[in-house]
Structure formats: C-alpha cells, structure tokens
C-alpha cells in the first residue's frame, strides 16, 4: 500500500520512536527516517506553581477528543473509586466527539454527576483557563478497537510546560516524554484501579507536585521548544535539498 511512498520519498518524519518503529516496519527505509517531535510555543505556557487549595478538591483535567483512544470512559472509573475512598475530586473533560452521549450516561449511571463537567469544544483561552486551574492532567490513551493510537498528545507537553503533574498511561510514544515518577506517573492502559492509584497517591501527597511540575516544564524546554523544532526542521529540509540538488 505504501510501496510507491517508501520509493518515492526523500524523508519520512515520525514524531516519536514509537511511530518511527512503525514506519519502517511498513516498510521505509531506515535511512530516511528522522524523528522530528512536534513543539510547542512556551510563550502561551507560563510556569505555575501547583499547590492543594485547603481542604479542597484535587482538580483534574483532560482535554480530548470523545474518541475511543483517549479512554475517558476508564478515567471515570477511577473517579468513582477516588470518591467512594472518599477522597475529594473534580474532574474537567473538555472536547467533543462521537463518544459524547455514551460518557454523559456514564457519568449518571456511576453516580459522579456532582464530581465531572463534560464542557464540549472550548476556545483555546478556555483551555489554557482549564489547565490553569487544574492540579492534575489526566491523560489515559489506549489502542482502539480499530487500531487508532497516539503519537504524543500535544496536550501532555502543554500541561507540562505549564507546571502540572501528569497521570498518563503507557501507550504509544508517551512514555517517551512522561518520566515515571519524574514528572507524572504512568500507568498501564484500560486500568481504572490503576488510574485511581496514582491519582489517589498524587491527593495524598501534594508536596510532590513541585519537583514533578519543575521536571515537566524543563523536559519541555530542552527537547519540545516549538523555536528550537523549527531550526531543526529547516536544517533538515536543506540537508534534502542538498541531496537532491543536479551536479554542475
């Protein structure tokens, strides 16, 4: 299927390891896969300090689209668990999606009405207002039914750059950029129990959320810095150009 592209094409450029193992084991010439990562604008995501409010919630955030591979559907369990043990939660799911009606009963059938909001599409200002707010991104990918899978969600490097914490699972190419226990805590996919172990671990122990949120934003800083990409991308393009340029 992708014979001619493999042929044809001068530079096959993945965002992560993971995809790049993919590519090449479809077909593409090792040689000519560069993984080159998606960046992101530090300027829109300042640094801020993540700290408990007094005897307040643990505030959650995921921002998706109501697909399967996001696995939303196991974040709510791992809410319903947090509230039955009794810890204080709120949960922001922002996006919108075919899943939408499907997670609406959820949220009334696990009986968490009162601790998730299902905001739908919001304006990228009500995003970075979301993030803002939030203690905690939650970020719980799996391989789909169909096969869908992430690369890296941009959302992750944002939420990091900007000083949260992250529960992510280990899927595709986010380990890649989520280091266990650096700056977030990975857990394996479809495991509500395990989501809400780690986010249950993060309530207990906010004096961690810091260092993790420090961690983030330098990992972003040195390796995601959308100036940094750039520069790498045009000097990739003109090593093509190069290459292909006729002898005079």
Known sequence: MYAATFRFGDLFLPVCDFLARRVIDMGAPPERVVVHRTGIDLRHWPYRERRPASGGSLRLVTVARLVEKKGIAYVLHAVKALTDARIPVEYEVVGEGPLRESLARDVERLGIADRVRLHGWQTQ?????????????????????????????????????????????????????????????????RDPGALASALGSLARTPERWVAMGLAGRARIGREYDIEMLNDRLADLFAQVGRMKAPER
């Open 125 to 189: 200002a009500q995003v970075r207002a979301q993030l803002d707010r939030a203690h905690v991104l939650v970020q719980a990918s799996v391989t789909a039914g169909d096969a869908d899978e992430e690369g890296i969600p941009n959302v992750l490097k944002e939420a990091m750059a900007a000083g949260m914490p992250v529960v992510a699972t280990r899927h595709a190419g986010i380990p890649e950029l989520v280091e266990d226990g650096v700056s977030g805590l990975l857990v394996p996919e």
